[in-house]
């Protein structure tokens, strides 16, 4: 449990620092919740950027201020082209899909958020938000999101921010875990 609340801890603090640096007003924002402890619930080139434009989810990835290499992998995962294991299996890459979290099947949608890890992670993060709500399978999660992560508010731009990190530092733990075996969390 406690691995959950380091990484969402993590995210508090990256977001904040990305969100400070383009936006003061959101200072306000995060000093109110800056103990998670305390909340129980709670380019790539022009090449992509042509293709972007036709896609409904692109300004959950490619908002003014986001974070290049957290929107690369955002991106690279709304097009389910991250190297997961059903993928590689399907390649013949690799002989076995178990998720390092949980050894369910790993794809795009157990990664997020169907496995337990990250769903809690997401979880975190929207109750950070204030948004205390179930998580749901990745279609109807950004289902929400392009509905929900409208306009120029503070919260839409902390909740763009917060989902790409969310699924970079997800990625870079699962890798983490794949490659070394060790968690930065524990
Ligand atoms: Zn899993």
């Not at 380019?43 to 908002?63: A, Q």
């Not at 809690?120 to 289902?143: F, K, P, S, Y």
């Not at 989902?163 to 969390?185: D, H, K, M, P």
Request: charged share 25%; aromatic share 12%; glycine share 4%.
């Amino acid at each position: 449990m406690g691995n959950k609340r380091d990484i969402v801890q993590k995210l508090h603090e990256l977001v904040y620092k990305e969100a400070v640096k383009v936006r003061e007003e959101a200072a306000p924002f995060f000093a109110a919740h800056s103990d998670l402890s305390k909340m129980n619930s709670k380019l790539i080139c022009d090449e992509t950027r042509l293709r972007r434009d036709r896609v409904v989810w692109h300004k959950l990835v490619w908002f003014a201020q986001h974070v290049p290499k957290h929107a690369i992998i955002s991106w690279l995962t709304f097009l389910n082209r991250l190297a997961t294991r059903d993928r590689l299996m399907r390649m013949g890459v690799v002989n076995e899909n178990c998720c390092i979290f949980c050894a369910a099947e790993e794809s795009r949608n157990h990664l997020f958020f169907e496995c337990g890890f990250a769903r809690e992670v997401w979880r975190g993060v929207l109750a950070m938000c204030l948004l205390n709500q179930g998580v749901l399978d990745w279609d109807a999660e950004i289902e929400w999101a392009i509905d929900f992560m409208k306009g120029k508010s503070l919260l839409t731009f902390i909740l763009k921010l917060s989902l790409s990190a969310s699924i970079y530092l997800i990625w870079e733990e699962r890798n983490r875990r794949c490659f070394t075996g060790v968690s930065s969390y524990c």
